[in-house]
Every structure is written in structure tokens, then in C-alpha cells.
């Protein structure tokens, strides 16, 4: 490896980790609540172009951010009421967002637009831009000190927020009254209505907390991390993040290191056509898959265990 | 997905479907309106003008051939109690157990054999050939089930994006001619599978230009072998007892894990005889992505056609139309993408799979009042 691209894979590790983060919370505050959400590829694809769309046409990265969050609370409400009202098959709920989202961005972006399910490319002042606090350009040209701070401040406000999402929900999830219920309903649901709690009513609100994370993490791709939507442009985040969510076993803090390190390998397979270890050549592919082998390889057991919340995917009624 | 109702038979396989679907076009149409077309005449295109054409009807065999086999292959996964994702990966995987032996085998029986009997000899062992590897694919998730316990809609997703990884590599490091810049295998001669223009040409009809193959024959037969397979045999029996209740197939001396890694590999076969349709048919080469979503439309069959053989044929048909229906309507009304078709195949698993029970208080209290 080129120690001179160092800084480089870096800072492109965290750019490529934050939709990552974002979609793992999303998924963690649904599954914690025993909702799956399979979903969560489809809903950031439907947020990447409503923020895309509207922040094109007015003008602001801001009403983008909002459009994509309420675009996807939509989604997060249809997949709740299949899964929760109707006590539906969650995971087929799920693969349907997909379908409508890949579906619906292109049927539509292709005909406001016409360029292939492409929105136009949006001016800098509609897109969130990396941050452009005082001196940083001083402290970017910084001898030693510039390429490191670059790592970890030349982003826009969406990856701060990211980051900062992790110690939120770890600590809600811990110590809030809110946030306790919520995990109860996705281990036993049962006992949590017996206690005279809504089982459904906590659901539908970590679907709509889902469905907000989901928004903010496309709103990044489309109007932070690129300059417009185009067609998938998801290209299996969603899934990646579902792999962090269970190789991090539904839990906050491991969820940001797994997405850092499959942010790490995302950069790695952008930069390095060729990468050699040992003198053998290891082919990009392999970083590609890499994420999705080791998540195997847990769940099989060989490696530690990965346990999900033990309601998750089964419909709650009373009548049981 | 099981779940037997008490309503009359009818309803459950005929008017809960039709209803769904109905439901299904209704959004789509509201999806039109919206971006400013009109849907009654975008209907018209979509579900009428592909009827009226020999080639509009041949080339809705082609696309059903695909999904015949992926609709089977995800609904052998539900009788067991099973949701297998992953048949997109499983038919790209498979494709190398078609291409492989098409390409070495070909070549060395061509040599040494007529041609009449070195092509069908190749493509007997590349449809072996793919059924097994897609098989391989499908078993090892079974696998983990069985006896790992790692749950399969999880990890046969993980395998699609394994799939895509590999295949990518197998075609451009393994498979591309050095020198060649199209990422893709070269032609595979010695098996190839005619079109039907090709066979009409043989014969001195002059006939459009389709992909359909006869293929859609072998297709029509597995969904034949797996009525055959899930009703009239002992390991089918098996399947759907293991399907219903995993205690009671216990009880009875069925191995559950047994049966899972069997149903898998079936399962995961059936996708890969898209394959063999696929690489050795319409393309006659190994190429990137040529899956294109089969696989999951493979789901939206599976639900629409309740997982019986039939209804499988029936809703692949149905979804076959829809993608010749979409091509034709982009072409006539330039605004309206072809991939209206992927929001009503969407809607069609939202109503049919996720929000199957939503009619269903309504309907039993209707028919309550009628019997």
C-alpha cells in the first residue's frame, strides 16, 4: 500500500461510512422494535431523489434534506402498516419498498427530467458542502496537523450529524425510558402490552425514526456525497448497512466501527485497481465481498454468535 | 404465505389475486396520472398491444421462460417454510455451470463428433451443469439454516451480493479473451440453443425476430416435475410437512434439517435452469448482470400465482406481458420508463405478499352472509 494515499482512503472511508452509519441506525431502531426492515435500500434510494429533486428546484440542499425525510417517513408508514396493522410478512413488505422505490425514482426522475432517471446536477448552494468553519483553510495546509484534520473535518454538517447519531442512540436506546419500551417490545412484546403499553404505537414510532435516518442517509448521496441522483445510485448500501447491523449484533457502538471498517474497504476497492499484499495481486472484488463473507461466517457461528432481538420479524396480535 | 383461509377455494386462488392486481394497476395508474399521461391509454399499450402480434406473444413466452423458473424456484423455498432472496445469485452463479461445459466441453466434442450430436450431448450436460451449481448455491445457505441456524432471507441476500462479486471476476479474469475489451465471455458455438426464428428459418418460415427459445418447454415440464415433486412423492410430502409444522414433521421421523438442505438445493436449481436459458439462449455468451432482476420478479410470481405449478405458469405469464407490455409502452409514450413495470411488480408484493390478509375480514364477512 501507498503510504501517500493514506490520508486519501481515509477521509474517503468516512465519507463512504456515513450513509453506512446512517442506514445501520436506521435499521437498528426498526429491528430493536422488532420490525425487519429489509427496506432500508429502497427508502435511502426514494430519499437520494426526493432530496435531489427538490433541492434542484429550490435551490436549497435544506428543503432537500427535509423532502427526502418525509419521502421516506412515507415509506417507513406503508411498510408499518403491512407489518404492524396487518401482520404481514416483513420481510416480503420489505423487498416490495425495494421494488417501488428502484421502481418509482426512475419512472418519475424520466419523466421531469429526461435523462434517464438522472436529476440535474445541483449548484453548490443546493448541495451540503463540507464545512467551512474559520481558518480551515489554514489548518488544511497545516504541515503533519493539514492532511490529518482533513480525515476528520472536511466534511458537510449531514456526516457530523452521522456521527453524532451513534452516541445518541446508544445512550436512548440505554437509558431512556422510550428507549428501554422499545427493546422490550422487540423481546417480548407480550409483556410490555401487559404493562399497558401500545405494542404498536411503540413500533410505528421506530419505523418513523427508521424512516427519518433512511432520509437524511440519501439526502448525503445524492446532495453531499454526488452532485445528482441517478438511477440506483444506493447500489446496495442499504444492504451493506443491514450486514453491519447484524455483524455488529443490533448494537450502537460496534454498528460505527463495522461501518468505518466497511467504509474502509469501500474506499479501498475505489482507490486500488490492483491492490497487492504479499506480491499477490488481490482483486477488487474481494473487498467488495469481503463485508458480506465475514457477516456469513458470523452468523454461521464460527466466529462469536450474532443474536437478533427475539421478536424481530414476528408480527405481534393479542389474540395469541 | 401458508396460511390456509376459510374461505371457498375460488376466492382464495382467484378473486383474492384479481383483486390484488386490479388494486396493483389502479396505483400504477395513479403513478401515471401524476407525471402527466394519460393511464387508461398507457393500460391499453401496456396490456393490449404486445396481444396483438405474433412477436409481441413470443417474446412474452421468452420473458415467462425466465420466470417460470425463478417463480418455482421461490415457491419449492415456501412449502418448505422457506424465503429464499437469493435466486437473482443463484441464476448468475449458475451460469458458469452453463457456460463452463459449453465452452470446453463443446469445443472437444465438436471436434471428434458431428455436429447434430455434439450440440445436443453439450447442452444435456450444460443443463445438468447449471441446475447443480445454481443447486450448490442455494444448498449452502440450506446449509447454514439446517445446521447453523443462520436464518435464510438474511444470508441469501448476503450470497446475491457474494454472487455479483464473483461473477464479476469470473467473467473479466476467467472468461474474457485477453484482448478483448467487452467484459464477457466468448460466443458459445457448440451449444447453442436456436431461437425460433432460427428453427423457422430451418424449415423455410420466415418469422420475426425473438428471443423465445424452446426452452420454454423445459420450463413448462419442471413446473410439471414440481407439481409431481411436491404432491405425488414421499420427499414432497416431506417438504410441505416441514413446511407446515417442523415439530410434527419431527414427530413423524422427518429430519428437518434433511429436508431444508434438499428443498435448498432444489430451490436453488430451478433458478439456475435460467441459465442455461439465458446464457446458452437469447445471448450465446457469458456476460455481466444478464439476471436482471429475474430473480426477484421470481418472488412477485411466486405470491401472485399462491406457489402452485400452475399458478406459477399463469402469473409468469402474466408477468411476462407486463415486461414486453413495458418495453413497447416506453417506446410509445417516450415519458413513461419501462420501469412502471418494476413499481407494478412492487405493488404486486406489497398487496400480495405483505398486505395479503388486508381484504380478508371484508371477504369472509361477505361470503359468510352468502353461504
Redesign the interface.
Known sequence: MEFALLPEILGSTVRMSVPLILACIAGLWSERSGVVD?GLEGKMLAGAFSAAAAASYFHSAWIGLLLAILVCIMFSL?HG???IT????????G??????????T???G???Y?QG?RTPQLDDASRFLPINFPGRDALFQMDGVGPIARIFLDHSVLAFIAFALVPLSAWALAKTRFGLRLRAVGENPQAVDTAGISVARLRYQAVIIAGVLCGIAGAYLSTALQTSFVRDMSA?RG?LA??AL?FANWRAWPALGTCLLFGFLQAIANFMQGFQLFGVEI?V??F??LP??M??VL???FIGKSV?PKASGTPYSKDR | MSARSDLPAWVDIGLIPALNLVIAFVMAGLVVLIIGENPIKALAILLGEPLFSFQGWCNILYYATNFIFTGLCVSVAFHAGLFNIGGEGQAYVAGLGAATPGLILGGALASILPNALSQPITLLVCLVGSFIVGGLWGLFPGYLQAKRGSHIVITTIMLNFIAASLMQYMINRVFRPTGNQAVESRAINNAYILNLREIGNIFGAKLPSTPLTPVIFIALLAAFAVWYLLWRTKLGYEIRTVGANQEAAIYAGISPPRIIMITMMISGGLAGLLAFHEVLGPQHKLLLEYVQGAGFVGIAVALMGRSHPVGIVLAALLFGLLSEGGTQLSFEIQSISKDLVVVIQGLVVLFMGALEQAFHPLLQKFFRQES
Open positions: 429489509i406503508v402498516y403491512a407489518c396487518q401482520r404481514g410478512n416483513q420481510v416480503v413488505s423487498v416490495a419498498i425495494n421494488m417501488l422505490a428502484a421502481g418509482l426512475v419512472v418519475i424520466n419523466s421531469w429526461k432517471g446496495g444492504f443491514l450486514t447484524i482483486p472484488q474481494v467488495n465481498a458480506y463473507i457477516t456469513i452468523l454461521a457461528g437478533p
